[in-house]
């Protein structure tokens, strides 16, 4: 299938043993794909920045997509691009994810799960501070996991973790241990745990005044307009090599491109794809790897006319994938199949795959009465560059099958009336299907925006995914998640028509990045990088 990854890749769900064997190769500064390569893996990325030797002190300033008077400094409550930049740089988890999207061990030393998995010890490294002095204790890790799983408002790392986790037994054992109990078993706990959303932080901690273990620590930040952050010099790993770290917002992609070209900042996530040969024609650099990030149409199953199925499998219909990704990405990305997470070993790479068919959109739409259907499709330019080429593209196609969207540009979109648009877009980065599903397709998930718990058939997919975490053997697993996704493919609201490359631009005299398949520039990896003058 076009979409389906290296090998290397696509073995992301390493067993139990595994994860304790490499926790041993987790010393300082060891990360991302040198762990992989110390693990002697292969990496899919595509190209790395800058060469030479890193050179130390002076300021970084990262142009970031997106944000507005809602940014935020909580570590459990990201939204936009800066709030995830920021996150990656001023807390951690307990594990991570590599470059190459393998679990890697953070705080925490290893993960080990009972037989049963219904209990998950978590050894912690020892000699963590953070940004206070405080060295980080099994307290601090169980209000963090208090604070992201209360039942009352979960956060977005949170969320998958609150039905299950409990939390009146979760206890620490000794100095530097907790043993996390559960509620039911989850045999992909050490998934949960290494999401970026789910930092620790300490237990006297103040959003508005961030304390946490990243490389850098908080100095000031106006929302909508820029946060700064000032080198940790206590960190346990490798100390970051710049003085000071600058996050700016910019919700105009043109700006954000012309402040690179312009000296005015050295690194900006997203390059709009159309401008790669421009940079490097002008000594710029692109940092690009095969991520697993999407950048779908949303539409909510229960508003008219998207309640009826055939409505929205006629919208799947209409979608031009190819053209999608050859206009809208360039060509750097590979077809989707209205499904996520391509990295999961459970992936249903098995279901057809979905190509515009006019005719059979046409058909759809008669039998469902809604012949010349006109619609509305919201989107903005904080959701990045693919998001309006992709909608620019789609009313064409759509004026094919007799359908006319109406393109409204709500700046910001990520508002008041995020989750509540009828039909719209977004943007998703990498992660695994059962963690994704949490955040966007489950009842209480933090981003439901195609509110699949009004289905009919969403008790039986909510049934499956239960199963699927109760589930320790893979291969049952991956077959109980296959149920699961095909009800997806046969009913949902997401249009994903492809998986975009990650595509990043620096300056020229930035060095020390590497590609990542998760997230953008190295997973925002900050602290590697040097700034020659």
């Not at 594990?95 to 080990?112: F, G």
């Not at 391509?342 to 795959?353: G, H, N, R, S, T």
């Not at 008041?416 to 998930?445: E, I």
Request: charged share 20%; net charge neutral.
């Amino acid at each position: 299938m076009t979409n389906r990854l290296p090998s290397s890749v696509n073995d992301v769900r390493m067993s139990r043993r595994r994860l304790l064997q490499y926790s041993g190769l987790a010393v300082a500064g060891v990360a991302g794909a040198d762990l992989l390569a110390a693990c002697g893996g292969s990496s899919p990325s595509t190209s790395g920045s800058g060469g030479g030797s890193p050179q130390a002190g002076g300021i970084l300033i990262h142009g970031a997509t997106g944000g507005s008077s809602k940014d935020t400094l909580d570590a459990h409550r990201p939204v936009t691009n800066p709030d995830i930049a920021r996150c990656f740089n001023l807390y951690e988890p307990l594990l991570v994810w590599d470059n190459d999207y393998r679990l890697a061990p953070a705080l925490a030393e290893s993960v080990e799960p009972s037989k049963d998995a219904m209990t998950w010890t978590v050894k912690l490294r020892q000699g963590v501070t953070f940004h206070n002095g405080k060295d980080v204790t099994p307290e601090d890790v169980i209000f963090s996991l208090k604070r992201v799983a209360d039942p009352k408002s979960p956060t977005s790392a949170g969320v998958a973790l609150a039905p299950i986790i409990d939390l009146g037994a979760t206890k620490k054992s000794d100095a530097h241990t907790v043993v996390i109990k559960l509620k039911t078993p989850y045999a992909l706990l050490d998934n949960l745990l290494a999401e970026y959303t789910l930092g620790i932080v300490p237990q006297d901690y103040d959003p508005k005044n961030p304390v946490g273990t990243a490389a850098f620590r908080y100095k000031s930040f106006t929302p909508g307009k820029n946060s700064v952050f000032t080198r940790y010099d206590d960190y346990w790993g490798d100390k970051a090599l710049v003085d000071e770290l600058q996050i700016q917002d910019f919700a105009d992609p043109n700006a954000q491109v012309n402040a690179l070209q312009g000296g005015q900042v050295q690194t900006i996530d997203n390059l709009p794809y159309n401008l790669i040969d421009t940079l490097k024609s002008q000594g710029g650099q692109i940092l690009e790897s095969k991520s697993g990030a999407w950048v779908p149409f949303t539409m909510r199953v229960d508003v008219k006319p998207f309640t009826d199925v055939r409505v929205r499998q006629a919208m799947r219909l209409i979608c031009d994938r190819q053209q999608m990704i050859d206009n809208a990405l360039s060509g750097h990305g590979r077809l989707g199949n209205d499904l996520y997470a391509p990295f999961d070993v459970a992936y249903a790479k098995d279901l057809p795959q979905r190509q515009q068919d006019i005719e059979q959109a046409k058909s759809l739409l008669k039998q469902a009465g809604q012949e010349g259907l006109q619609v509305q499709l919201f989107t903005g330019d904080d959701i990045g560059s693919v998001a309006p080429a992709s909608a620019a593209l789609f009313v064409q196609q759509a004026k094919k099958a007799g359908v006319d969207v109406k393109v409204v540009k709500k700046n910001p979109f990520y508002g008041d009336d995020y989750l509540s648009y009828p039909f719209g877009q977004d943007f998703w980065n990498t992660r695994l299907y059962l963690p994704q599903a949490a955040v966007g397709v489950m009842k209480g998930g933090t981003y439901n925006e195609t509110h699949f718990d009004k289905l009919p058939d969403y008790p039986k997919y909510a049934g499956l995914i239960a199963a699927a975490q109760k589930e320790t053997d893979e291969t049952k697993r991956n077959s109980i998640l296959h149920d699961a996704q095909e009800i997806e493919y046969n009913e949902g609201g997401y249009i994903i028509w492809g998986f975009r490359n990650q595509i990043d631009g620096l300056s020229n005299k930035v060095q020390g990045l590497k590609p990542s398949v998760y997230q953008p520039l190295g997973s925002y990896n900050f602290k590697t990088v040097s700034v020659s003058a």
